[in-house]
């Protein structure tokens, strides 16, 4: 019934891989049809270039962790180049979260609703979207996945070699985005603490599982915990704005300002996707009624910890996206219990509206998600490869737009920020000093950044290319006069 019936008579295995094979071929798409990079993009790349000259201490980065950039310099010796090992990585996991996804919702409830869950996850929008980026989300998802496996399977069985696991998959995260860490934490309060009248008689048994998680996640992330602590001062816990576990304590007891209330409320049903989004808040009115149980309550533990750090930190829809692959298992018991609803109204009818639904969603969601990633900066592009092929490679350019270097082969600086407003004249003086050589950017840009940025203009630069429309989207090289 319902997803059921585009699958009659196929056994779980072959509809999963259907399943993951649509999912595949979406994610593949976006790999294809990649117009460029984002900026955040950057840094993984230019990492993933120092590795794929064996420059191993020189890939390291505050900043961003190792494994992503790795990876992608790795693929880079198959495929040509970084940024296509890039996205080749991101495809690959972003991939093989699909069936995890479905084995998580068969854990945590039965194969419907692991079968539905990896549906949903197969034609999430942004989880398509970002299994073709050259971002760590898609590796970072597929690890948090493998995490929440790995509790379930522990607590469940008491078992020391899945927490043994949980801790190795929770490494592989931290060392793919620093929030890694705290999912072992959360891990590590409910094993110490799930029902608390049983601790006296157990207790060493949860020691034991507790040490076999951090035991397998210490041993290899000290060395790198150690040179962020060698370069900072302090530990890393949450991603790229670095900030130590006791400051974020601090802005938690603090309380947080209004505008970052209001984002939260805006990108959370974002990240789910509306439709899936709705199925979570049939599942949690449901289960408001009813109760949950053991499974969903650690699911529900992860879940919410990471919710409650981006809510403090930065609430965005991309980093909410990550956690993805756990909330979506309560999205599919939601479509099941609304299923259930129509089914108990209208047999028949309610096989062909569940069914029709499902259509509806992917069909509205695919396209979406396949959209050529950044075709916004095609211009940036085309200009970084002009500029590659007339100026040459390692020229320092003053921009707004560092992806434009990024095809250049060159360096890039940012144009200073004081408040949204900078002088023409000292924003070239700033670049001079900097090494900078030319100037490039949107026009519209500049002109609206640099308030006489049309006065000086001709003065202090002349214009040597422009790329795209004559409008807001045209952007122009300039050469710093001397």
Known sequence: MGIGSFFKGLSTGKKLILITLLGFLARL???????????????????????????????????????????????????????????????IFGTLTIPLVFYLGKLVYDERAGVV??????????????????????????????VAIGALKALRERSE???????????????????????????????????PRKIKEDYKKRLRLVFSGWVVFMAPALPYL???????GRVPFTG????????????????????????????????????????????????????????????????????????????????????MPLALVFSSMGFLSFQAWLLGKAKKAGTLISAALLVLIAAVQ?????????????????????????????????TYEPVMTFYAGGDYVLIPDRKGRVNLEEAVAYGKGMGAQYMAG?????????PDFNGGEKRLLTEIKSFGAADKDEFVIYRINE
């Open 29 to 91: 798409y976006v790999v294809v049809s990649a117009v460029t990079v984002a900026e955040d993009s950057l840094e993984y790349l230019e990492l993933a270039g120092r590795f794929a000259q064996g420059n191993i201490l020189g890939g390291l980065s505050v900043h961003r962790p190792p494994f992503y950039p790795f990876l992608a310099a790795a693929a880079s010796y198959i495929f040509g180049d970084t940024e296509t090992g890039g996205r080749v990585i991101s495809l």
């Open 117 to 146: 869950a990896a549906f949903f996850a197969s034609v999430h929008t942004y989880m398509i979207r970002y299994s073709g980026d050259v971002l760590t989300e898609a590796m970072y998802y597929f690890f948090l996945a493998l």
């Open 442 to 450: 949107y026009r519209a840009t500049l002109r609206e950044k640099i």
């Open 226 to 232: 150690f040179f962020i602590y060698a370069r900072t």
């Open 161 to 195: 070699r899945w927490m043994f696991a949980a801790g190795l998959f929770s490494l592989f995260a931290y060392l793919t985005k620093p929030a890694g860490l705290g999912f072992l934490a959360v891990i590590s309060i409910w094993v110490l603490f799930e029902d």
């Open 240 to 323: 790229t704005a670095r900030i130590p576990i006791l400051e974020l304590l601090r802005r938690m007891m603090a309380g947080v300002r209004v505008w970052k209330a209001l984002d939260f409320i805006r990108y959370f049903p974002e990240a789910f996707t509306y439709p899936f989004f709705i199925f979570f808040v049939v599942w949690a009115v449901r289960k408001m009624r009813e109760g949950t149980k053991d499974a969903e309550r650690l699911l529900l533990s992860l879940l919410a910890a990471y919710w409650l750090v981006i809510f403090v930190v930065l609430p965005r829809r991309r980093y909410m996206v990550q956690i």
């Open 366 to 398: 695919l396209p979406v998600g396949m959209e050529p990633l950044h075709a916004h900066r095609l211009a940036e592009k085309t200009a970084g490869q002009w500029f590659k092929e007339n100026v040459g490679q390692g020229v320092s350019v003053l």
